[in-house]
């Protein structure tokens, strides 16, 4: 069972892996574009975190919910982990079945599957094969 603490772990391991190569920074350049950054957020229920994408390409993580995220994820820690495991295909079915659901700028989220979510899923194998 993947858990809350599983889940801070992740983003604490993004946050050091986007800071620490120039070619995740250029990425987050490109995303922000002409904007003084981009916030994404994750409620989990018992715990919320947010991303937030900032200008120079650096990326912090901040805890609780942000008030002006672009996209809000409200989900529970398994449904993202199948996510990350699985793709879009099963947030299809995840959202049809009300265990995910996206409030916000859907188009961040699918930009954000360009900036970090590859390194999610790194996360997501190494837990799944602990």
């Known amino acids: 069972m993947v858990t809350i603490q599983d889940m801070e772990n992740m983003f604490k391991d993004v946050v050091e892996q986007m800071n620490s190569k120039e ?10 574009g002409t904007y003084y950054g981009k916030i994404i957020g994750w409620n989990f229920g018992e715990k919320s975190f947010h991303l937030i994408f900032m200008k120079d390409g650096t990326t912090k993580l901040g805890y609780g919910e942000y ?52 390194i999610m899923q790194k996360f997501a194998m190494k837990l799944k094969n602990q």
């Open 23 to 32: 070619r995740f920074k250029k990425r987050v350049r490109k995303w922000i």
């Open 67 to 118: 008030p002006a995220s672009e996209t809000i994820i409200l989900t529970d820690p398994e449904t993202w982990f199948n996510f990350l495991l699985k793709g879009f295909e099963y947030t299809k079915k995840a959202m049809a079945e009300g265990k995910i659901w996206i409030r916000g700028n859907f188009h961040e989220l699918i930009a954000l599957n360009n900036v970090c979510i590859p």
